[in-house]
């Protein structure tokens, strides 16, 4: 303490200020992946499915209901949530969070609309919209990657490797959430457990070339992968690989070679709990690293 009151004060002198991006974060990643999946995969099979008129409404219903749990905890996460409007008002064009709370709001009012026109069935406005719609849901899908890629001194965040899994996580995501679908044709659960197998087979491989070469790169991207392999995070992240990816790749791969697609549900469930599980360890990670 100084008795002088005009003296200067340290107020912050650590090294690590704690976890910034938490379990919110998480959601608001996961349920992005669940809503943009299901746009891109659902806007994709309808066009000759035989169950049109489902997909027509349950597409944007579903896409409507998971991006508004991405919206609710895009703004529980703000320090100063109740000013959330200032993006709209004084927008910045360079930062990746403003360009996200514009392309999420658009997303959002889009598939607003497409539900009521599938509810009163004004199929050709609704079809018109659907292109519009689908380049808004890939660029939801992928500005994440952007906004992880902006942060300095965050190893294992790497915008050109995350756009990739964004996408992928998206058709995981996508794909699960229509193999729990009763109403889905089942000509057509054979197509969304291939999308399912290959998309869990393409991210497990991202992840395991990022923790062995990782360590190539600093001795800080070692200290993560140590964490996430060995230290704190390994339950968190072993878990989320093989829950995410490993038990669904082998129960499609062995629905799909038995003819036995009522294993596919079980695959489903297994990839949207390991994806969270996978996310969440990913985003905890490189916010232990020491900034100073």
Known sequence: MHDDPGAARVTLDVLHTGIIWGWYVTMNFWAKSVSTGVFLLGAFFMKKSPAKAFYRLAVPAIAFVFINITLLFTVLDLHQMTRFWHMFVWPHTTSAINLGAWTLTAYNGLTL???YLAWKRKDALYDRLIAPTWIVAFLATIYTAG?????????????????????????????????????????ERSGFAWVLGLS???????????????PQKSEEAGFLVELLLTGSL???????????????????????????????PIAALSSLVGLWLVKHAWLIAPQLIPLS
């Open 113 to 115: 609309l497409l539900v």
């Open 147 to 187: 906004l992880l890629g902006q942060a300095n001194a965050r190893e294992l965040w790497h915008a050109p490797t995350e756009v990739a899994q964004m996408i992928l996580a998206a058709t995981l995501a996508g794909s699960a959430v229509f193999l729990l679908l009763n109403q889905v044709p089942e000509k």
């Open 200 to 214: 869990a087979l393409g991210a497990l491989t991202i992840y395991l070339s990022e923790v062995v070469f990782a």
């Open 234 to 264: 390994r339950t968190l992240f072993l878990s989320g690989l093989g829950f995410g990816f490993v038990v669904p790749v082998l129960i499609i791969f062995f629905g799909i070679k038995r003819e036995a697609p009522v294993v596919f």
